[in-house]
């Protein structure tokens, strides 16, 4: 199984900042697309950003132009900066990465624990 360790998050005023890491370990033959997703209380969850093997971005409309996501492939890392931080953005925040997997090859999607985000005055 893969492992996924997140780091981050916390208690930020509106316009503020807040980073984010996730860390995969275990079985991992090759990492394939990693990202992000947040679920606040009463609402779905929600892609926030995905970062794909050919480093191709996608982001939410609700938070283009203010959050950025990168990898480190060497450390098997995927980072969420997070600027200009609204109300709006609180939410329990989860990382996610597919894995691919031999023998037959087979794709696997896992789950960091998931850190809260409160964006509050």
């Known amino acids: 199984q893969v492992q996924l360790v997140q780091s981050g998050g916390g208690l930020v005023q509106p316009g503020g900042s807040l980073g984010l890491s996730c860390t995969a370990s275990?079985?991992?033959?090759?990492?394939?697309?990693m990202g992000w997703y947040r679920q606040a209380p009463g609402k779905q969850r929600e892609l926030v950003a995905d970062?794909?093997?050919?480093?191709?971005?996608i982001y939410a409309d609700s938070v283009k132009g203010r959050f950025t996501i990168s990898r480190d492939n060497a450390k098997n890392t995927v980072h969420l900066q997070m600027n200009s931080l609204k109300p709006e953005d609180t939410a329990v925040y989860y990382c996610?990465?597919?894995?691919?997997?031999?023998?037959?090859?087979?794709?696997?999607?896992?789950w960091g624990q998931g850190t809260q985000v409160t964006v509050s005055s």
């Open positions: 996610s990465v597919v894995v691919l997997r031999p023998n037959p090859p087979i794709q696997y999607q896992y």
């Open positions: 970062i794909t093997s050919g480093d191709n971005t």
């Open positions: 275990g079985s991992i033959f090759r990492i394939n697309t």
